[in-house]
């Protein structure tokens, strides 16, 4: 019985109907926009929980269907759905953190001017992404993947009256346009190079799966795999196109927690677990990929070590967290890599709005500034406790069992990501030992005595998350690898079970509880220093301009392409204009003098024909001096 599945294109559409019906109404309607945000959300979280219901029974198959959408000559392009196991997960975890947000949003944006157009905004992202998740080929992909941009450059801008949050949206989408151009050019050699043009998941698989490829090369096929990558690489966040992720936190809270946490920056990792088939047909492709994710994992966390700014520090941990991820893929642990996702996207969206629940109250977003909050915000502190101990890995919350899953496939596979693993493991439970220490304990830093608990509204969704950052973890532990065999019908268990899987967990809990134990002693006690950074400012300097690539980037890229623009501008206002306007000052001044002969005058018409005679003869005598 396929019921639910065979109906799983509908889940989209309830939040592109809020969009629309919001889109009509207008601004006036604020509490009907929250209403029918949330009710779309809802709707699709409810649908999503029975098809993934379906898959999880005994005898499930993938299910797809499609219709024509053009035929040009001989081929005809099919566009429509496919529910796997894969995208059933995503589905659910699209929808349940767009409903935390959407009810969440309720109470932290109520005083906004723009709540209605803010709702819409989101509910068509919200449409995007599981259209993506749902995408049976990869134009229809390619598709939603593109409109799941032009949301987040909304988004991101929301408030646009802030020059940083319209330089933010700006760079989003510029920096993102060049991961989705590697993409596009995948699709192309793709389509170039499948039997019959063939872009449906289906048929990739058979060829790159199942040694149909024929005419596609291991050349080709690790080309096309670092194309594909290269799009992941802009949407995920990944080293070098990483740039745009810190500073899309000019967008609202909420927005943060969906987008840039748990949803959109997650698409890449899901873009490679859905053409894994390509990826894994090149060893090279797979080396690459795995040594970009570790390299991103422990470079953006040392950045987060020397941030002050509560959002921006999460945003680093997001670009981290989705290294790890990344790394899983090129260790070939497909099933590692969508389980840390899957449990990232609870407790990091949990923290974001544990961190918005603090801006909320503080109306500011400087660690500095904070201080004292665990006893006046104790819902707060306690959720965002429970995020922050499942992102720093300690058990039994779901960040240990998926990070150790990915830290057991890379003893095995690369003992060197393994050792880069736990160094950001390490580095990760001491900067989120530091945040908690600075905002939620000790004295307050400056006037919030008047500080109070965000409402329920706010409260609610939180502890919702708070119970998911729990419980997720469970699906997949080294005494039950029952999501692994699910989640790739019949592969291998996330983690390894046996002594080096042993030997791995003892590491990641060693290193998490060490990275706590120091940041206690640092940033709790002081009874180091009083902090990390105070005998080396030019370190903390570096770290907190995230080795100054964004300046690098602007000397290096951006003011060679200003110039070089300037010089076109030149060109084209003084040659190529130029010459349009000698041009019409030519015919201008020859119509002037045509105007001055045609008088009526005998005498001028008389000495133009006299002047014209001359003009004639002379020519004519001097072609004897000239030819």
Known sequence: ???????????????LTAFLLLTALGRSYRSTAMLLGSLGSLASLVMSLLVLIEMLGSGAADYSNSFKWIAVGDYTLRIGFEVTNLTALMLVVVTAVSLAVNIYSAGYMKNDERLTVYYSYVSLF????LGLVLADNMLSLYIFWELVGVCSFLLVGFWFAKPTAKAAAKKAFIVTRIGDAGLLLAILL??????GHALDFSNIHNVFSEGQSGTITSG????????????????????PLHTWLPDAMEGPTPISALIHAATMVAAGVFLLARTFDIISASEAALQII???GGFTAIFAATIALAQNDIKRILAYSTI???GYMVMAIGLGSVTGSIFHLFTHAFFKALLFLGAGSVIHALHTQDIREMGGLGGKMKTTAWTFAIGALALSGIPPFSGFWSKDAILATALDENPLLFVVGLAAAFCTALYMTRLFVLVFTGKPRSGNGTVHESPAVMT??????????????????????????????GGTAAADHGSKGIAAMVASIAVGALGIYLGWLIYGKRSIGGGVFEKMPKLERTLERGYFLDELYNAVIAKPLRGIGRMLAVFDEYVIGGAVRLSGAAASAFGRIAVRLSNGQVQTYVLAAVIGCIILIAAIVGRRFWS
Request: no cysteine; glycine share 8%.
């Open 1 to 15: 019985m396929e019921m639910y599945t065979q109906s799983a294109w509908l889940i989209p559409l309830f939040p």
């Open 126 to 129: 919200t449409f995007s992404m």
């Open 190 to 195: 793709l389509f170039w190079y499948m039997p």
């Open 220 to 239: 080709i096929t690790t080309f096309i795999a670092l194309l594909i990558f290269i799009g992941a690489i802009g949407k995920s966040g990944q080293f």
């Open 290 to 292: 795995a040594y970009v």
């Open 320 to 322: 981290s967290q989705l």
């Open 460 to 489: 609610v969704p939180m502890i919702a998350l708070a119970v998911l950052s729990i419980i997720a973890g469970f699906v997949e532990t080294p005494w039950n690898g029952w999501f692994g065999e699910w989640l790739e019908a």
